[in-house]
């Protein structure tokens, strides 16, 4: 039996990295929104119940609450900042603002170091980031942990198995709270940590033929991670009822498009569809320079081809997508809603809804590292596994200006040159994603003592945890220097390269 804890979210900015810090001890957890209903954690069994932090005051008049009747499950809760004053408050507790807010680094005083702080000693350093406090405790409880400026800074209920903490024990800057989250899931919950990539993938396979039934699924392969892993966990759940269709947009990576068929329609042996569309892409881009625009014109594009070459197979009745948790997480957030467009997000979206298509999306409760878990145990390539991310768009959005075949082969064959000495200098990995530009700009150069007036291609190099945040990237300067002269060199039409420097925020990975 597969042991599960949910967390619900009331809007932190830490709820994926609460689950992470959880499975990193193989418990299966869940992320749910407030409205979540007691009946139905009832029906889901979980081990045990974390309330996550969140930006409201419990003395807000709209603050997210839960259904009251949660409390009265029986089930090992833990309550996390907000979580643990929502708790106080249900319990006739005394919240309210405090005259001292604690912020970052904080010492903790622990008064009772059994279950929650077994093995902590009498005091830790912590991470706080609240204004209001609690000042009375709830009648039955007694308290775990002071500051000095926090009378209860962590509490707990025996009889009702409820502990909480004014800190936030999952982010790094409290060092030893992967150790509290720890002795909630095993000394509190009796968990066993039995879950891990096989056991994902002998559910998984089930879920999927319950799922899908006798009939079709049809998955857009794009030849990243997320989709090669969906691929070919369908495939050893569906075999042949999986259809793969690849749609060549002419947009692509240096040798990409026969790299993914050697590997999934020869390799795998899969139902493999391949559609050439690069013509019909490259007509409709001619001229077009504004990034929103070349996206919504390919994402269309991609719609039009695909749907056409799906109508040719029989028995289709779903449709595959590679979709993660965080997206997941994100869209049922209490805080969700219309945010500011910054660009549009990368990968093409949904199918028109005239396919009456049903979703299957095999990869929606994991992270993206799980995912590449997954592609391990799977037996994907190990080039593949850690490709770095790349859009929908392709390279569109990284040739600044108009798009022509010549401009895609010089990029193409720069980006190659790029890849090829990073893994050369063994710091692939190390890089969360590389890429090239290619600029509108034309500079004045000097080659065999002649005049030279040609393109400039800028290196893009970062590191980071989920992309959400970044750093560029520290490469060598004797391994940047290589590239520079393998580009200059070797790719006729570049005579300048320059290198990227900017961290997200305020720049975006991606220059388009």
């Not at 775990?144 to 790094?172: C, M, W």
């Amino acid at each position: 039996m597969k042991e599960l804890i949910i967390i619900i979210d009331f809007g932190s900015q830490y709820s994926q990295l609460i689950a992470r810090r959880i499975r990193e001890y193989n418990v299966y957890c869940e992320v749910y929104p407030p409205q979540i209903t007691a009946k139905k954690i009832r029906e889901l069994a979980p081990s045990g119940i974390i309330f996550s932090g969140g930006p409201c005051s419990m003395t807000q008049k709209n603050a997210p609450r839960c259904d009251k009747k949660i409390f009265t499950l029986g089930i090992p809760l833990f309550g996390i900042c907000y979580g643990m004053q929502l708790i106080a408050d249900h319990f006739k507790g005394k919240v309210g603002k405090s005259s001292r807010r604690e912020y970052g680094r904080t010492e903790l005083f622990i008064d009772n170091s059994r279950d929650l702080f077994l093995g902590l000693g009498k005091k830790i350093i912590t991470w706080m980031s609240h204004e209001d406090k609690v000042s009375k405790l709830p009648e039955g409880f007694s308290s775990l942990a002071h500051t000095k400026d926090s009378p209860y800074a962590g509490f707990k209920n025996d009889e009702l198995r409820i502990f909480a903490v004014q800190f936030h024990p999952e982010v790094v800057h409290t060092p030893r709270g992967k150790v509290i989250l720890r002795n909630f899931l095993f000394k509190i919950c009796k968990c066993t940590g039995n879950w891990n990539m096989k056991s994902f993938i002998l559910e998984s396979v089930k879920q999927i033929q319950n799922q899908v039934g006798e009939n079709g699924v049809v998955l857009g392969l794009s030849g990243g991670v997320d989709s090669s892993v969906a691929a070919l966990l369908l495939h050893r759940a569906l075999g042949k009822r999986l259809h793969c269709i690849f749609v060549n947009n002419g947009l692509l990576r240096y040798k990409e498009a026969e790299q993914v068929r050697s590997t999934f329609g020869k390799y795998y042996k899969i139902n493999f569809h391949y559609v050439n569309a690069e013509k019909l892409f490259l007509e409709k881009l001619k001229g077009v320079t504004h990034p929103e625009r070349k996206r919504k014109i390919i994402g269309r594009l991609f719609i039009r081809v695909f749907e056409a070459e799906a109508k040719k197979l029989k028995n289709i009745k779903f449709l595959a997508q590679g979709t993660l948790y965080p997206d997941v997480i994100e869209s049922q957030s209490v805080f969700g809603g219309p945010t500011a467009l910054i660009k549009s997000h990368h990968n093409v979206g949904g199918l028109p809804d005239k396919m009456k298509l049903k979703l299957v999306e095999p990869l929606r409760f994991l992270f993206k590292d799980e995912v590449r878990l997954l592609g391990i145990a799977l037996g994907l390539p190990q080039e593949m596994i850690h490709r770095h991310p790349f859009p929908g768009p392709g390279l569109a959005i990284r040739i600044l200006g108009s798009i022509t075949r010549q401009r895609l082969e010089i990029l193409r064959q720069a980006d190659f040159r790029f890849i090829e000495e990073i893994k050369a200098a063994r710091i692939y990995n190390d890089i969360w994603q590389a890429l090239s530009v290619l600029l509108p700009v034309k500079s004045v150069g000097v080659m065999g003592d002649e005049r030279t007036y040609e393109n400039t291609i800028a290196l893009r190099a970062v590191t980071s945890v989920d992309g959400m945040t970044a750093d560029w990237a520290k490469i060598p300067y004797n391994v940047l220097g290589r590239i520079s002269n393998r580009i200059i060199n070797e790719v006729k039409g570049v005579n300048r390269v320059v290198y990227d420097i900017s961290s997200k925020p305020p720049a975006t990975i991606e220059w388009e």
